[in-house]
C-alpha cells in the first residue's frame, strides 16, 4: 500500500517515485521518471512531466504543468495556472525535445498565480514572483519581482514579508524578528 494520496480520478505512470505524505488530487498525471519529495500537495489538474524533480513540502495549485526540465528544491510554492516553459523558440513542425533548458526554484521560492516563468532562468532562495509577472532572467534570493517583464521592486523575508532596510543596510522581519543585510544588491539572512 502506498504512504502517499491518490485522488482516483488521477494517473500516475509507472517509474515515478512519490514521498511519503504526499497528496495528489483530482484530475492529475504524474509521468514516468518524475521524482516527488515527501509532504507535497499537487492540486487539481497539474501535469508533473517525466523526469521532473520536486523537493520536500512543495505546493502545486490547480491548474499547473510542471514540465520536463524543471526543478523545485524544499517549500516551493506553485500559485494557480502559474506556467512554465521548457523551449525558447516552440514550433509545432520542428521538434525541440533535445532542447529543453532547466529551470531551477531554489528553497522557499513563490510563484504568484499566473505568472510565467521563461525557462533556463533559475529563480532564488525565497524569491516571490507576483501574480501575472513574467520571468525572463535570474532572481535574486529574497527577491520581490512584479511586471512584465518582472523586475526587481523590493526585498522580502523567509516569511514572505516586505523588507524595509535602513542606512546601514540593515532589516528586520516584521512577523518572525529574523534580521537581513542588503551589500552589494544581495541579501543575506543573519543566522
Known amino acids: 500500500m502506498a504512504d502517499y494520496f ?32 515527501e509532504d507535497c500537495n499537487i492540486g487539481q489538474n497539474v501535469v508533473v512531466s517525466p523526469d521532473v524533480v520536486l523537493g520536500r513540502n512543495v505546493k ?19 500559485g494557480p495556472s502559474m506556467v512554465f516553459t521548457n523551449v525558447i523558440n516552440p514550433r509545432s513542425a520542428v521538434s525541440r525535445k533535445c532542447e ?11 510563484v504568484g498565480a499566473n505568472a510565467t516563468i521563461i525557462c533556463g532562468n533559475t529563480l532564488g532562495a525565497y524569491c516571490l514572483i507576483g501574480a501575472g509577472s513574467v520571468v525572463t532572467h535570474d532572481v535574486a534570493d529574497f527577491a520581490l519581482m512584479v511586471g512584465n517583464p518582472a523586475r526587481r521592486i523590493g526585498w522580502v523575508s523567509r516569511h514572505g514579508e516586505k523588507l524595509h532596510f535602513d542606512e546601514n543596510g540593515n ?6 524578528g529574523e534580521k537581513y543585510v542588503l551589500r552589494q544588491n544581495t541579501v543575506s539572512l543573519i543566522e
Open 100 to 110: 529543453y533548458r532547466q529551470t531551477l526554484i531554489r528553497k522557499g521560492a513563490s
Open 171 to 176: 532589516a528586520t522581519c516584521p512577523a518572525t
Open 60 to 78: 502545486i495549485q490547480n491548474n499547473v504543468s510542471v514540465y520536463t526540465g524543471v526543478v523545485c528544491e524544499d517549500d516551493v510554492f506553485l
Open 6 to 37: 491518490v485522488h482516483e480520478s488521477s494517473y500516475i505512470d509507472e517509474g515515478c517515485r512519490i514521498g511519503k505524505g504526499t497528496k495528489i488530487w483530482h484530475f492529475s498525471h504524474i509521468m514516468s521518471g518524475c521524482v516527488i519529495g
